[in-house]
């Protein structure tokens, strides 16, 4: 047991009283004074006082034979070893600080000399994004997750990306995706007989790690792609299994945890492997969201399955930006997403009040798709054996074709407040120059001060007025 400051103290008085060496008896004084110190002022005296004292010992003995590293070293061992710092010992502007909700942002640095490049740098930026390291914590803490919002918000995106992340490293997991809706089977989920024989259910495929061809993965994602769509009476057979993830008994004999087990379709159990679910949706689980005509109230026993772990997500503008752009957002695509950006407010603010978001909406599919299309229309120009050298189709005509979803007066709305015209006169002129093309055969272009300013604004704006439910709060 650690000995008590005053027990301390007069062990160091009895030394300095005895001892004939003065180099003991100098350290043992000023020993004594740190511990006299301590007992003076507490915790908070001792981390000073301690500091100033074992400064004055260096200055002094080291480098002039009377104490060496390790006794500098056994010194501060000790001094720590003794310092205990109540709440009682904080400043009071810290314990206010303490008291409060704080929102961190948490900027990861690589080690000096260590970089990464390509594939690893893509896997290592998806690792970082703050949404995924919720994601990430729900995942290894054998978390259900169920994330809702609007359309074209990246919702089922997020899942390729996870996929990518446990893929890294030289593991191989696999991702099962039910397209749910009010057709979806028994059979599509836990398996059954067929006039062709027994089918795997998408459910057995993720929960053994083996698909339906029998190739084993590491682990599997069950992605339950627009749950709220699933029949009810079909969603309860989800219930047991979902149930089941977190649990783990320990074995009698060898003390080690023991996977649960779930039936499938031929009545035979089943053992766990590795398994996240991930379910998305446009609405809570407990609502009948009127905006999407297709959803049903879920019982609120599957509800529960995904306590905790549900949130609603939003557009990542940021995140679309380098995406379609880079990470250094300057590769001359701009145009699109400014545009683009525009378009999809448009939709989302209506006219007099009424969405047009029921009838589409711009998500990032469109915005890659807009990208290779421009990226194709450039390579038809410099290679005159082209199959499509004589007509390519052109990123305003892709516009176009998106928003042929709405009505003409919705149209003219949209139109304007995503300035039409601009766009068109902008892809005309980066269509009809010509390009020197990089290493993955794609043309070199940059974007314009204007057109970053204005990306930047778009951002910015959208970041201030929108806040996600997913934080890291402390």
């Not at 810290?94 to 409060?100: R, S």
């Not at 640095?109 to 994004?129: N, R």
Request: net charge negative.
């Amino acid at each position: 047991m650690a000995k008590s400051i005053d027990e301390q103290i007069q062990d160091v008085q009895d030394v300095i009283q005895k001892t004939t060496n003065a180099t003991t008896k100098k350290y043992a004084e000023e020993r004594l004074k740190v511990l006299e110190a301590s007992k003076s002022a507490g915790a908070e005296g001792v981390i000073y006082d301690t500091l100033q004292q074992l400064q004055t010992l260096l200055n002094q003995g080291v480098g002039q034979g009377t104490v060496d590293q390790q006794q500098v070293k056994d010194i501060v061992d000790k001094e720590l070893a003794d310092v205990k710092v109540g709440i009682s010992n904080l400043d009071p502007s810290l314990l206010a600080m303490l008291g409060q909700t704080q929102k961190v942002n948490v900027n990861l640095t690589l080690p000096p000399g260590i970089t990464v490049t390509g594939q690893a740098q893509q896997i290592l930026d998806i690792i970082m994004e703050p949404d995924n390291q919720i994601v990430l914590s729900d995942l290894l803490a054998l978390n259900n997750v169920y994330m809702y919002g609007a359309a074209g918000t990246g919702k089922s995106f997020r899942a390729g990306q996870i996929k990518k992340i446990m893929s890294s490293k030289g593991n191989n997991w696999d991702l099962i995706e039910v397209n749910c809706n009010q057709f979806t089977s028994p059979l599509d989920l836990i398996g059954g007989q067929t006039i062709e024989g027994y089918q795997k259910g998408k459910l057995e495929m993720a929960w053994t790690n083996v698909d339906a061809d029998g190739k084993k993965y590491d682990g599997a994602i069950l992605l339950l792609d627009e749950l709220p769509k699933l029949d009810p009476n079909t969603a309860g057979l989800l219930n047991a299994a979902l149930a089941k993830l977190s649990e783990r008994e320990l074995d009698d004999t060898t003390g080690k945890q023991i996977k649960p087990t779930i039936m499938n379709g031929r009545g035979q159990k089943i053992k766990l492997g590795n398994m996240f679910v991930y379910a998305t949706g446009n609405a809570p689980l407990n609502e009948a969201d009127p905006d999407y005509e297709a959803n049903f109230k879920q019982d609120l026993s599957l509800q529960d399955r995904f306590v905790g772990s549900m949130y609603k997500v939003f557009a990542n503008y940021r995140r679309d930006r380098e995406l379609l752009n880079g990470n250094a957002n300057d590769d001359g695509y701009l145009f699109i997403f400014n545009h683009m950006m525009l378009c999809r407010e448009a939709i989302l603010n209506g006219e007099d009040g009424v969405s047009f978001a029921n009838k589409g909406f711009v998500s990032l599919r469109i915005l890659l798709s807009m990208k290779r299309t421009f990226i194709e229309y450039a390579r038809s120009k410099r290679d005159t054996r082209s199959i499509i050298q004589y007509c390519p189709k052109s990123v305003i005509l892709s516009l176009n074709s998106f928003l042929e979803i709405f009505t003409p007066r919705q149209r003219d709305v949209i139109k304007t407040a995503m300035r039409y015209d601009d766009f068109v006169s902008t892809a005309k002129d980066r269509q009809d120059r010509k390009y020197k093309f990089n290493e993955r055969n794609e043309p070199i272009m940059s974007d314009t001060d204007a057109e970053k300013t204005l990306s930047d604004s778009l951002v910015n704006d959208y970041e201030a007025r929108t806040e996600s439910i997913i934080q890291c709060k402390f």
